[in-house]
């Protein structure tokens, strides 16, 4: 590609990303992050990023190519690289983990009933209990520590009788501020991850579609929402029971695994002044 196109190139995702931006940086205004924070968190970010995705025939990247690629200072990416890593990568697992325990909650037949999760103890020997929940999803992990992230992520209360209670409300995004960023930070990143591959890839190796129409009355909006939100939650709690299932008929089987997520949105504003309708 000539130079002039590059820039060309360069020029039109920018005006992409300050779209895609714009209300990221509304929540970080919203949380209190300034603009130097956030500068600093994306020289590590792309540091790290350039390390684990444009390496050459898989060898460690020099700080010169780190350097060239990125634009971040020598100086700057040996500062990071003596820090070493941040706890990304471990919060993912965690976060995949109690995900996996609430989703066996609400759709394995001996912890709910017809979808809703029963109030469990934590440990007992003539009924389903918290601890034989952990370890249907994850025998290498203390129930008690799991319990302790439940409770701290407010997903999680314990009653009066001591009885765990799921807090659905949370679950589906309405809880405390903690479990909302949570939510927040795995529905959005993996939706923005299977949009990156898509977008870099010759062919698009996710499924992503979307439904856009513009100049509607708010009623007929009120109505399609309505439609969608029950639509959505009867596909989901059926994946939900489907993959509850399969999980328990492989968890011991040999070979890979895999992790997946399937999320829906929908999204509503006043109307834009092109009337343009989409389906993609």
Known sequence: MARSEQTSASDAFLRVLRGLLRPLVRTMIARGLTAPVVYGLLKRVYVEVAEESFRLDDKPLTDSRIALL???????IR???????DETGQSRRKSALLATVV????????????????????????SPDFET???SVNRDVRPRTVLDELLHAELVRETADGMLKLKTEAVVGTGSTHAKEAFFAANVGDHLAAA???LLAD???FFERAVFYNQLPPDAVDAVEAAARAKAQELLEDLNRQSSELRRETQDAEGPRQRYRLGIYFYREDAADADTDEKA
Do not use: C, Y
Not at 70 to 76: E, Q, S, W
Not at 79 to 85: D, F, L, M, W
């Open 70 to 76: 990125t634009g971040v200072h020598r100086k700057d």
């Open 79 to 85: 500062t990071i690289k003596a820090e070493g890593p």
């Open 103 to 126: 989703g066996q909650w609400m759709s394995a037949p001996e912890f709910s009933d017809n979808g809703t999760p029963r109030l469990l103890p934590r440990q007992a020997t003539d």
């Open 133 to 135: 929940l952990v370890r």
């Open 196 to 198: 990156t591959e898509n």
């Open 203 to 205: 062919t698009p190796p």
